[in-house]
């Protein structure tokens, strides 16, 4: 038997020598040896070569000893075998051409490809045979809502007005779509922990979007079926929001092992308010990597206060690392995290 990682323990709520620390978006364009591997190839190259994804994936490993990897894919990938199609535009992020708008739309999206993200599991494993079993490594995959709102969209939104639109309108479309959509996304994550992921985390950008009421009905129903059916794979499930500071118990309600919270809410005080049943991630503001080092300090040290050493804390910024943050700060997280949370 290995021994299970601090992450994992952490995961289960098992007590840990030291608080576990990794970071959301710690492959990408903050590092330079990242914008080395981008400059010849798309973001969409990079994933779909299991060898230079595991090599970007293991980029920030190396360079600021994390106790997790995340593999290096994105949200949108399989909105490609569902029929649709994906470009990344500079200073724009995802694009779907033909978004998913009508009746029609929705029927014809295919949800028997999912082997087709198979590059994904492949680069997990190369990722694993690289690790040698260091660290593990964590899937992950969108949530229903974020997902749906990307396909729907047609790409970034600010106000969500198509995707509420048939939520509000169409009821029983907005379900058939979240239905088809957990199709893809239950066997995808699947494929990812059989390739050997410790962990997923399902992404819920953009459900604070929504109020509580609507989250409730709209929404809860489809998240927790993709969290059970992911749990079913036996590994924990990470639940990632932002903005939803409201109604963190509510999210709680769809059964994630872990509670990943922003910066927008006080640490103890939202897993108070979800009676320390899950473990928590978070919750650094991702823009506190910009401030000198004392005001760092002083931030990542309040957050371990708030944890208390009590068992189930993984140490995370609240979304992922801004582009031009500075790496030696990143680092500096990492070796506070390690000096403050010894016990
Ligand atoms: O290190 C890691 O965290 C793994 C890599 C990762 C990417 N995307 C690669 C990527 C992860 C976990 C994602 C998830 C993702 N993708 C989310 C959920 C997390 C979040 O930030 O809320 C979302 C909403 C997407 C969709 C997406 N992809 C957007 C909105 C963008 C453009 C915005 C941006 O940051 O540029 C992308 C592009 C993208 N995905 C990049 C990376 C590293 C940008 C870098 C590049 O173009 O090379």
């Known amino acids: 038997m290995i021994a299970p990682s601090l992450f994992e323990l952490a995961c289960r709520r098992r007590p840990v020598a030291r608080t576990p620390v990794w970071f959301m978006r710690q492959a990408g ?4 040896e990242y914008r080395a591997v981008r400059r010849r190839r798309s973001l969409l190259q990079i994933c779909k070569q299991p060898d230079l994804a595991a090599e970007v994936t ?3 490993v190396d360079r600021l000893g994390v106790d997790a990897a995340i593999i290096f894919a994105d949200l949108l990938l399989p909105a490609e075998p569902m029929g649709l199609r994906l470009e990344f535009v500079a200073g724009e992020g995802p694009l779907i051409r033909n978004p998913v708008r009508s009746r029609s739309d929705v029927e014809a999206l295919a949800t028997n490809h ?3 993200l198979g590059y994904v599991g492949e680069a997990i494993r190369l990722v694993r045979r690289r690790l040698d079993r260091r660290i593990p490594v964590i899937g992950f995959v ?4 974020t997902f749906a709102s990307y396909i729907i969209e047609g790409g970034a939104s600010r106000h969500f007005v198509r995707t509420k639109r048939m939520m509000y309108g169409e009821p029983a479309l ?3 779509l979240l239905g088809k959509l957990l199709k893809v996304l239950a066997p995808y994550a699947a494929s990812q922990v059989r390739a ?3 962990a997923i985390q399902v992404f819920d950008s953009w459900a604070g979007a929504l109020s509580p009421g609507d989250y409730q009905r709209y929404v809860l129903p489809h998240s927790r079926d993709l969290i059970r059916r992911i749990g079913r794979a036996g590994v924990p499930v990470i639940h990632f929001s932002t903005g939803v500071g409201g109604y963190y118990a509510m999210l709680d309600q769809a059964g994630a092992d872990v509670l990943s919270l922003d910066w927008r809410v006080e640490l103890d005080k939202a897993w108070e308010a979800i009676g320390h049943r899950s473990a928590v991630q ?4 991702p823009a506190a990597l910009f401030a000198p080092l004392p005001e760092l300090r002083r931030q990542v040290v309040d957050i371990l ?5 009590r068992p189930g804390h993984i140490f995370n910024l609240g979304h992922g690392i801004l582009p031009e943050t500075p790496v030696e700060n990143v680092k500096a997280v990492v070796e506070m995290v390690r000096e403050f949370s010894t016990r």
């Open 174 to 176: 907005w379900n058939r």
């Open 196 to 198: 050997g992921a410790a």
């Open 114 to 116: 999912a082997a087709d």
């Open 282 to 285: 978070g919750n650094l503001d």
């Open 305 to 309: 206060r708030r944890a208390g050493g």
């Open 142 to 145: 969108g949530a229903p809502f």
């Open 29 to 32: 364009r903050y590092l330079p």
């Open 58 to 60: 293991l980029q920030p």
